[in-house]
């Protein structure tokens, strides 16, 4: 998937959980495609891009009591050439955004493991 792709992707998440009603369930579709998935879940989403040559990005958008949206998430970017990786987290709000960053040698820092979402339906059939 080109960065290109990603950002415009980047651009209309954010346009849509900005347009979506305040009593609105979900503020993003689910999407779930090779290398990308896209989970909703009331006021909050989870993301995770995997590239092909390596680099993966995850994320999480909650929405607070206010209305403002809190992201956090982590780039995992491997440099096999160089026998390196680059690992970039960062969180946006309304306090503003903060990144960090380490670029060492060495096996890549696997991203969180993503959270398990499952249907509604699978709820149901849970519950009884």
Do not use: W
């Not at 995850?58 to 998430?73: H, I």
């Not at 990786?85 to 060495?106: F, H, I």
């Amino acid at each position: 998937m080109s960065r290109s792709l990603c950002a415009l992707l980047a651009i209309l998440i954010i346009n849509l959980a900005n347009a979506a009603p305040q009593n609105s369930p979900t503020i993003v579709p689910q999407i779930r495609t090779n290398g990308f998935q896209l989970e909703p879940l009331n006021q909050e989403y989870f993301l995770r891009i995997e590239h092909p040559g390596g680099t993966i990005r995850q994320e999480s958008v909650k929405q607070n009591e206010a209305g403002n949206l809190q992201v956090t998430g982590v780039i995992n970017q491997p440099f096999e050439d160089q026998g390196a990786n680059l690992v970039l987290t960062y969180e946006a709000g309304p306090n503003g955004y903060v990144a960090k960053y380490s670029y060492g040698k060495g096996p890549p820092t696997p991203p969180p493991q993503p959270p398990l979402f499952l249907s509604p339906t699978a709820l149901k059939t849970a519950a009884g």
